[in-house]
C-alpha cells in the first residue's frame, strides 16, 4: 500500500511556474505507476500527466494535450517522490491537483482513466491569476 501527500500549490500569476511534488511512502514505489489529475469547481477530474511503469527501470511519461509542452512529469525512486513541473501557467490551470499511483497496467494503453488508480493524495491548490 502507498500513501501519497502533495506539497507545493499556490497562486502565481498566469505565465508563471510551479512545482508540484508528491511524496510517497511504500518500499515499492519504483513499482508503481504514478499520475496527476487535476479537478476545478464545477468540473471533473481530469488527466494532467502521467509516468507509467513498463518494467525493470522503463518508465514512459504521458501527457493531457492542454498540458503538453508546458508541464514535465518526472519521478525520483530513490527518495519516493514523483513530481510536477509547471510551466507557461494559465488560469485555466486554477484546480486542485492530485497524485496518484497503480500497480495496475491499463488495459488499452492508457494512463489517463482516473479509474486505473488505487492510491489517491489529499490534493494541493493551484490558482493561477490572470
Known amino acids: 500500500q502507498v500513501h501519497l501527500v502533495e506539497s507545493g500549490g499556490g497562486l502565481v500569476q498566469a505565465g508563471g511556474s510551479l512545482r508540484l511534488s508528491c511524496a510517497a511512502s511504500?518500499?515499492?514505489?519504483?513499482?508503481?505507476?504514478m499520475g496527476w489529475f487535476r479537478q476545478a469547481p464545477g468540473k471533473e477530474r481530469e488527466f494532467v500527466a502521467a509516468?507509467?511503469?513498463?518494467?525493470?527501470?522503463?518508465?514512459?511519461?504521458y501527457y493531457a494535450d492542454s498540458v503538453k509542452g508546458r508541464f514535465t512529469i518526472s519521478r525520483d525512486n530513490a527518495k519516493n517522490t514523483v513530481s510536477l513541473q509547471m510551466n507557461s501557467l494559465k488560469p485555466e490551470d486554477t484546480a486542485v491537483y492530485y497524485c496518484?499511483?497503480?500497480?495496475?497496467?491499463?488495459?488499452?494503453?492508457?494512463?489517463?482513466?482516473?479509474?486505473?488508480?488505487?492510491?489517491w493524495g489529499q490534493g494541493t491548490q493551484v490558482t493561477i491569476s490572470s
Open positions: 496518484a499511483g497503480t500497480q495496475r497496467r491499463p488495459v488499452s494503453g492508457t494512463y489517463s482513466y482516473s479509474g486505473l488508480y488505487d492510491y
Open positions: 511504500g518500499r515499492t514505489f519504483s513499482n508503481y505507476s
Open positions: 509516468v507509467g511503469w513498463s518494467g525493470g527501470n522503463i518508465y514512459y511519461a
